[in-house]
């Protein structure tokens, strides 16, 4: 990654933790544990802002006033519509929206991949691809080979302690090395290069690859909708509007996605 990017992937993410961080405090919301806390405080760093909330969110944290930044996270009650926990949920949601809102253009989850996917190809195909689109691909690139690697160093430490075992049969022992050679592989072939912006649209065509901000960008300008992204809020039904929101126009309907964090999951909102 580069030097400019981490500096700005920095900066988004000690954005959004202070802006949730004051906002959970200026709504009273608890944390039922820690892991919740630290799950909370990252919330929004999977979901690298547009350039133009990043910006406003600087603008009202420079002013140091955490009661300030929090009463700009607007909590407003609305319904949850869910969709399934097998990775695909961006994009169910996206075309969950798409039927509600009686569009005629009523896609598929499968239909949206694919159709992200091919923006993004024809993106990078032209001379000068979109600036905001190749910062977002770069973010998204870092937080998965991130997201691997902590799955694979956790599966890895765990086949370790099973082949390291006392008294262990020694088959037991081969075979907890093989899975750990086949985990390595998997890990490998996982793995996008930094700068690798084709493998991660190609990547997006994957049933259960996580859709992050490269595909809401470029789905949002495509379908003519407003993306805007709200965490949990401090009771049932309520929810936070966050700093990060994809193609907001007044004149675009907005499809609103609450993120949760401690499931790295998006479900569907309607208005009540």
Not at 79 to 108: H, K, R, W
């Amino acid at each position: 990654m580069s030097t400019t990017g981490t500096q700005l992937t920095d900066g988004i993410w000690s954005t959004i933790q202070e802006a949730i961080d004051s906002a959970r405090e200026f709504f009273g919301i608890k944390d039922s544990s820690d892991a919740d806390l630290r799950a909370s405080e990252t919330a929004m760093a999977h979901l690298n802002m547009s350039s133009e909330a990043e910006d406003a969110t600087h603008a009202t944290l420079d002013s140091g006033d955490a009661k300030k930044t929090a009463s700009t996270l607007k909590e407003v009650a609305m319904m949850q519509v869910p969709s399934t926990d097998n990775g695909d949920c961006l994009f169910e949601s996206i075309a969950s929206y798409m039927s509600f809102s009686g569009n005629s253009y009523q896609p598929s989850a499968s239909e949206l991949r694919e159709l992200a996917s091919g923006l993004i190809y024809a993106e990078l195909a032209k001379r000068s691809p979109d600036e905001r689109l190749v910062m977002f691909l770069e973010h998204a690139i870092y937080e998965h080979n991130e997201s691997i690697e902590r799955r694979y160093n956790e599966e890895k430490t765990n086949l370790i302690a099973i082949s390291s075992l006392p008294g262990i049969a020694r088959e037991q022992a081969a075979e907890a090395a093989q899975e750990l050679e086949k985990l390595e592989a998997s890990y490998q072939q996982g793995k996008i290069a930094p700068n690798g912006n084709h493998a991660y649209a190609a990547k997006v065509k994957n049933p259960g690859f996580f859709g992050n901000s490269p595909e809401m960008y470029v789905l949002a300008k495509e379908l003519n909708i407003s993306i805007q992204i709200y965490g949990p809020g401090s009771r049932a039904g309520s929810f936070l509007e966050m700093p990060a929101n994809y193609n907001i126009s007044a004149d675009s309907p907005v499809c609103a996605l609450l993120y949760t964090p401690e499931k790295r999951h998006f479900d569907l909102l309607i208005g009540t």
